[in-house]
Structures are given as C-alpha cells and as structure tokens.
C-alpha cells in the first residue's frame, strides 16, 4: 500500500499551486504515493490552466480513496477563496485560507488517515493580516498538534541541517543555546535520520561561536552549554562530535561526508549552507511532531506568480522525502 501524502496548497497569491501541479504531473509521485491536496478546487484548475498541465481536477470526500489515478489531482476542497484572486499582492484572505489548509490536514495527520504533511509556501505577512498570528508554518503546526518541543531540519543535496533555535532575533538566539535544548535537537537529529533509512546516524554539532569558543576566549556558551550536551548524547550511545568550529562543519559534512548531518545553533547558520548547495532542491522537514511534515525551502515568489515559470523541483524533492520517511514510519504500508 503506497502512504497517503496531504498537500497543503499555501497562499494562492504564490506559486504553490503552479509548483503543486508540475510536481503532480509527473508520474514518479504517482508510482510511490498517494497524493491529495488541501487547498481550493478552483485555484488549483486556475494553477493547471497556468502551467499548461495534462491533467485534471476533481474533489474528494473520502482521503482513504484519493490519489489512486496519474492525471487526475484529487483536492479535499474548502473553496474558501474568490477565483478572482490576484497575483503577487499580500492578501489577508489567502492568508487565511493557507492556516485552514494547515488546520485541515492537521486533523487527517492526527488520525493517521494520512501519512504525511507536504506543504507549499506561506506568506507570513498575509497570514497576520488573514487573523491567524504564528511566525510560520513550524510554529502552526507545534500549536495545532500540542507540541512545544520541534526543530526545523533542511535537507539540500549532501548537506542536511537541524536547528537549535529558528525565528527568533540573533541576540536572543545566543541565549537560548542551552544544554537540554542543544541534547534534545541531537536526540530529534539521531531518531529522524533513522526514519530516513541511515541506521547509524554520524552527527556533528556546530560551534556557536568563532573557533566555537576558543576555550572561553570568544564566548563561553561553546564550553559550557553545547560541550555537556555533546558528552551527554554519547553517553546516550549516539555517534555525536563537537562543538566543531562553524566555518569547517559543512564542508565536513557536505564534501568530506564524514556527518550525515550537522546540529546548527541558529536560523542563518544553517540556512546559508544548505541555500548554496541546493536552493532549487532543499526540503524542510518540521521534527518533534506526532506526524511527519516536509516542505519546499523557498517562499512564495511573488515575482513569477501566475507567470508559470516556477521551478517545481523543490516540491518533488519534498513530495519524495515525506513518502520515504512515511514508509519507515508506517511500516505495515
């Protein structure tokens, strides 16, 4: 039985469901998943008309029999938008509508009537002013599922990346590197990569500072608060090294091969190295949730809206992960 993969259609004002329809006209998706989309029926058939697509639209009651056909998107349809939606402009109601996408699938995953969370790009701007107040779609979905202890992982050609501390300002970032988060980021690192199918995780930690401290002499959160955590994992029995100097880790990691993935302190230091490597093709996946979440790691393009130029790959990519890791998870499918 192939997992049944919910697609969250994002703001309609983007590209999300122009980048949907390329990634669902390709029939890889169809051969190892089966996909569904929480979004509108009618801005979809609008996206397919856009990208000159051979496929078709059709609403679904019932996820249990959705996604069985190539060719035929199946949509769990709110139809909470005009279709006169433009382009390209912050709008509160496609804002709005995005969060109850979110919401929706939020039920099905909770149920496990679907095996996995794909979604496309938020505005968060249009997501304020549509009423619903998070920063982005990691803090949705900790809220809507109960969860307070998440991260954000990014996975962008050989390099993939877990952050400690995400969308906070970078002078608060520094005070929230403390020891049972950096542990507990390690922990979510070693048991995800796992459901990835790498059985023997190699984790390297990053420095928080230059030369990751240098022994106190350029801050002393590196000795004192990522040290002990480090020490306290493998103890744990995981394969762990660090605190690693920040400007030597990714190179270690993505060209030398010798992590599978690198634990980063804050939201830039991860962001940058994964963006350089594979900005076309990087996935976010959302861990420390009760249901597996992947995402495009790019936003909503307003420059090419409804242009049908965006580039589908990084939804195929995500598409691809959530159903791997869908398959490790609900291993009687």
Known sequence: MKPILGITMG???G???EII???LAAKEIYEIARPVVFGDKKIMERAIGIVGADVTCQSVQDVALAGRTYG???VVDLDNLPLDLPFAQVDGRAGKAAYEYIEKAVVYALKAQIHAIVTAPLNKEALNLGGCHYPGHTE???????QKDYSMMLVGGALKVIHVTTHVPLRKACDLVKKDRVLRVIRLANDTLKMMGIEKPRIAVAGLNPHSGEHGLFGTEDELEITPAVDAAKVMGMDVTGPVPPDTVFYQAAIRERFDIVVVMYHDQGHIPIKVLGFETGVNVTVGLPFIRTSV???TAFDIAGKGIADGKSMTESLLLGAKMAKVK???L
Do not use: R
């Not at 949705?140 to 109960?146: E, R, T, V």
């Open 140 to 146: 949705i979905l900790g809220a809507l599922s109960g």
């Open 11 to 13: 703001d309609a004002a």
């Open 15 to 17: 590209i999300g469901p």
């Open 330 to 332: 609900f291993a009687h």
């Open 72 to 74: 035929i998107i199946d």
């Open 21 to 23: 329809v390329k990634a």
């Open 297 to 299: 790691d790019h936003g």
